[in-house]
Nanobody, 120 residues
Framework: QGQLVESGGGLVQPGGSLRLSCVVSGSWRRINVMGWYRQAPGKERELVARIDSGGSTKYVDSVKGRFAISIDNAKNTMYLQMDSLKPEDTAIYYC??????????????WGQGTLVTVSS
C-alpha cells in the first residue's frame, strides 16, 4: 500500500508564499484524485484544492486566485503553491489521495500533515 509524505510547511509573514509538497510512494493501480485539506485549531477539516486524473482542479472559494495545485508525475509529487498568504490560512495541511490498489480496492490515503503558520 502506498504512502503520502508532506513537506514544506513553516512560518511565513502575511503576504508571503510557501510551496507544499506531497510525495507519493508505493504501488497503486490508479490514483483517481488527489487533494490538499487543512484543519485550523477548533475547526473541521476542509478541502482546499483537488486535482483529478484528467487534470481538472477545484478550489475552495477562500483560496481561489492565491493557491495553485499541480502534479509532477515524473517525481510522483503533488504540490500546493500558496501565495498572498493570510493569517486565516494558518492550519495543518494534509495531503489526500483516492486510489485503486493492485487488488482493485478503492482506498483513501492521508499524509501525516504539515503545519503552516501565517503570522507577523
Amino acid at each position: 500500500q502506498g504512502q503520502l509524505v508532506e513537506s514544506g510547511g513553516g512560518l511565513v509573514q502575511p503576504g508571503g508564499s510557501l510551496r507544499l509538497s506531497c510525495v507519493v510512494s508505493g504501488s497503486w493501480r490508479r490514483i483517481n484524485v488527489m487533494g490538499w485539506y487543512r484543519q485550523a485549531p477548533g475547526k473541521e477539516r476542509e478541502l482546499v484544492a483537488r486535482i483529478d486524473s484528467g487534470g481538472s482542479t477545484k478550489y475552495v472559494d477562500s483560496v481561489k486566485g492565491r493557491f495553485a495545485i499541480s502534479i509532477d508525475n515524473a517525481k510522483n509529487t503533488m504540490y500546493l503553491q500558496m501565495d498572498s498568504l493570510k493569517p486565516e490560512d494558518t492550519a495543518i495541511y494534509y495531503c489526500n489521495a483516492g486510489a485503486t490498489d493492485l487488488s482493485f480496492r478503492n482506498l483513501e490515503v492521508w499524509g501525516q500533515g504539515t503545519l503552516v503558520t501565517v503570522s507577523s
